[in-house]
């Protein structure tokens, strides 16, 4: 039996799924411990990394964080060219697998786990798988309904199982979750514009592009231009107006949860007053936070008024 904890994430979904990995399934240690590992190495806008995740519940989030990030690798990575739909497809067999309580995979036995321990429900893991095959064949959005309609794939199952994971079951919390969720995606997007456009993938809308006249070609020549400004203050209000419908949430959880809450709606916050700083000019340097924005993020949220 090959060790999955010491293979490349990238590499071990792919191993598993060609049959070549393992003989038989880890124990829940070691596949707790490998998705603990993955979640260290590679965390993007997940609570998996903070402190602030209590214990009972971090290999949970840690365990739901590596089946997705692989999932990612999958549509992404360039070792799964000419094969990321048939990987997709496979990881979410071995998804359906995991809900009948086989498992073989290191991600998916601490996934059952998980499952198991906090009824975790099937759809928003398959809602990602949909958002993940989106990603291979979807690089362009005609409208922002568009958009919003691939964000809830992509972003807003994460915060139901979160939420979830909390105990968090009504629809007024859930609702707020998505708007949160979509707000971190749509951000996260609109910092990005110049690295997607290298991926060929443009997530400014269509429709709205053509509206302040900017074309593709702007986007690739990286041309910040009065249109593109007036774009992109667009899309920065429409993040924003997004974020004031989730805030009530940050206040209607309780434990550690409110604080990670709090530092993740300022954090995002934060990036889109970095963007507007640049006067929108996300081409020249890519906004974002660093070490010296913790102590007042942190500062914010302990003083956090409802």
């Known amino acids: 039996m090959v060790n999955s904890a010491v293979m490349p ?3 071990s979904g792919a191993r598993v ?4 990995a393992m003989r038989a399934a880890p124990s829940l240690r070691e596949a707790q411990r490998f998705c603990a590992r993955l979640a260290r190495e590679h965390y993007e806008n997940f609570p998996v990394a903070s402190l602030l995740v209590p214990g009972r519940v971090r290999p949970a989030v840690q365990a739901i964080y ?3 990030r692989i999932a990612d690798d999958f549509a992404d990575e360039e070792a799964h060219d ?27 036995v601490a996934l059952r786990d998980a499952i198991t321990r906090h009824d975790l429900p099937p759809q928003p893991f398959h809602d990602l798988l949909a958002a993940f095959r989106m990603d291979v064949s979807v690089h362009r959005y005609a409208d922002f309904d568009a958009l919003l309609g691939y964000c809830r794939l992509s972003a807003d199952p994460v915060g139901r199982l979160v939420l979830h994971l ?15 969720c979509t707000a971190l995606q ?13 991926r060929d993938r443009i997530y400014l809308p269509a429709a709205d592009r053509e509206r302040f006249g900017v074309g593709e070609d702007d986007l690739r020549a990286r041309r910040p231009t009065d249109g593109f400004r007036a774009l992109l203050a667009e899309m920065v209000g429409r993040t924003r107006a997004l974020f004031e419908d989730a805030r009530p949430l940050c206040d209607a959880v309780s434990g550690s949860l409110r604080l990670e809450l709090r530092l993740t709606w300022l954090g995002g916050r934060r990036i889109l007053d970095r963007i507007e700083a640049a006067g929108f000019d996300v081409f ?3 906004p974002t936070l660093g070490a010296a924005d913790a102590p007042l993020l942190l500062w914010k949220a302990c003083r956090w008024t409802r």
């Open 9 to 11: 994430p990238s590499a």
């Open 17 to 20: 799924l060609d049959g070549a």
């Open 66 to 68: 590596a089946f997705a």
């Open 82 to 108: 000419g094969r990321r739909l048939q990987r997709l497809d496979e990881w979410e067999g071995m998804l359906a697998g995991c809900f009948r309580g086989e498992a073989i995979h290191p991600v998916f």
């Open 166 to 180: 909390a105990g968090v079951r009504d629809a007024e919390r859930l609702r707020r979750s998505d708007s949160f």
């Open 186 to 198: 749509l951000a996260n997007h609109w910092q990005d514009v110049a690295i997607d456009v290298g």
């Open 284 to 286: 020249r340097r890519r």
